[in-house]
């Protein structure tokens, strides 16, 4: 077999650095929600107003997940096998800083001049608003129907020293928690990268799979 076209740990830095921003969308610390001011209570707040308020207090959303469950067990190991071959099922994942709140796991392989990274990252808010906020200040352009409460993928293709690297980035909220997955890929014979409906097909299935454990685990809390 021929070499790669150059060394292999110079070709694969931009690839990586590609992946790494992919799923290292962060949001900083979000403010509690403020309520309006309150109207000047009345001397003795009549029959209708504590009614209220006692419908106000039934609809309030608590929170349904309060951790995220282990990140690389999450993806199937035939998910990983398909979209990442040559590489590991095991996955690695990152040191979180606070992994009761946020884990991360990601699989990258190269198979002959073919390489595909692909990393999740699971995250609990405090609040289902909590994570709405943070999903809408994420989201993609494109929705994808029928995967949590509300999903979306970007998709972009980029150049780095004439490698081409295709990458899709699903983001998925599911009451409050949020999932994130990156998935992109490069052939480093031809210098192109994957086909688009390949890597965001990749991605979606991906992120069904983390769905699916993230209230499988739910339900046995």
Excluded at 41 to 54: M, N, T
Excluded at 113 to 135: G, I, K, N
Aim: glycine residues 8%.
């Amino acid at each position: 077999m021929r070499s790669l076209p150059v060394t292999l740990a110079v070709r694969l830095l931009p690839v990586a650095v590609l992946a790494t921003v992919g799923w290292a969308w962060t949001s900083g610390p979000y403010a509690p929600a403020t309520g309006k001011d309150a109207p000047r209570a009345a001397a003795s707040p009549g029959p209708q107003a504590a009614a209220a308020a006692g419908a106000a207090t039934e609809v309030a959303v608590a929170p349904v997940y309060g951790k995220p469950p282990a990140a690389c067990a999450v993806i199937t190991a035939a998910t990983v096998k398909a979209l990442v071959p040559g590489g590991k099922t095991a996955g690695t994942e990152l040191p979180p800083a606070d992994p009761s709140h946020r884990r991360t796991c990601s699989w990258s392989g190269l198979d002959e001049y073919e390489y595909h990274w692909l990393d999740v990252t699971l995250e609990v808010r405090d609040s289902v608003d909590a994570a709405r906020t943070a999903y809408a200040k994420r989201q993609g352009r494109t929705a994808v129907p029928g995967l949590g409460d509300e999903a979306s993928v970007a998709r972009a293709l980029t150049t780095e020293d004439k490698q081409q690297t295709r990458e899709a980035v699903v983001v998925v909220r599911v009451e409050n928690a949020m999932v994130t997955v990156a998935y992109n890929g490069s052939d480093f014979e031809s210098k192109g990268a994957p086909a688009e409906a390949v890597i965001r097909e990749g991605a979606v299935r991906a992120a069904k799979d983390a769905v699916a454990a993230l209230e499988k685990a739910a339900g046995e809390d």
